[in-house]
């Protein structure tokens, strides 16, 4: 149990397009989703928290025009790159909190994120 | 303020040798949950353990073991006999109070043939 998923696993555009992730909780409801931005090398950076239904929370830092977040349902949260350019090229990593479950949250594969 | 502190950033052993990787952490909280994840190269994270702050037994899953220890606020985390497939980079965290994780930077573990 307690699966997500996350599609693509790897994309490469090119600079100025935009590129969407999807984050999916496979077997559970998910309430909360994170995404989380990983360059090399380094820990894993929270971006942003998204409640289903309603606007997604995002850190100091992370441009909201940016990084558009929608949690449309109870399992599925997706993250478009607007106009994305070489410096957006890392690892973004999706988990899921289920509505039982607060104290733990599951994680998606990964995607990883080239612009040339 | 939360803190999650793995002062190795890498360590590097010969196979089947035994190793541990350190966390100490800070918290003002009295209920927490820390965790240990790996990510091997292919960048997957993999749940490892999760620990309640109110349960200070150790715990003991074949060749892994981990030491939770309140007074030196403290989770490590033991590998017995190394194997190269234990390379990756391990994360400890902690989800506070307000239930977000907090992540230390991570501690490479390279076991050499």
């Known amino acids: 149990g307690a699966v997500v998923s996350q599609h693509p696993s790897w994309v490469i555009c090119k600079s100025g397009t935009s590129v969407k992730i999807e984050c999916r909780s496979l077997?559970?409801?998910?309430?909360?989703m994170f995404w989380y931005r990983q360059f090399p090398k380094q820990s894993l950076m929270l971006m942003a928290t998204?409640?289903?239904?309603?606007?997604?929370?995002?850190e100091q830092g992370v441009e909201k025009d940016k990084f558009l977040i929608n949690h449309a349902s109870l399992t599925l949260s997706t993250l478009t790159v607007t106009s994305a350019h070489p410096e957006d090229s890392s690892f973004y990593i999706c988990s899921a909190r289920d509505r039982q479950i607060y104290n733990e949250q599951f994680f998606g594969p990964g995607t990883r994120l080239t612009v040339l | 303020a939360q803190k999650v502190t793995q002062a190795q950033t890498e360590i590097s052993v010969v196979e089947k040798e035994d190793v541990t990787l350190d966390c100490v952490y800070e918290?003002?909280?009295?209920?927490?949950?820390l965790f240990w994840y790996k990510q091997p190269p292919s960048g997957e994270l993999v749940f490892l353990i999760r620990?309640?702050?109110?349960d200070e037994q150790n715990e003991i899953s074949g060749r892994y073991s981990w030491n939770f220890q309140k007074s030196t606020s403290s989770f490590n985390f033991t590998i017995t006999a190394s194997q190269v497939v234990d390379s990756a980079v391990y994360f400890c965290?902690?989800?506070?109070?307000?239930?977000?994780?907090?992540w230390g930077a991570g501690t490479k573990l390279i076991i050499k043939p």
């Open positions: 918290t003002r909280d009295t209920t927490y949950y």
């Open positions: 620990r309640n702050s109110f």
């Open positions: 965290a902690l989800i506070d109070s307000n239930y977000q994780l907090i």
């Open positions: 077997d559970f409801q998910a309430t909360t």
């Open positions: 998204s409640n289903e239904g309603s606007k997604a929370t995002y």
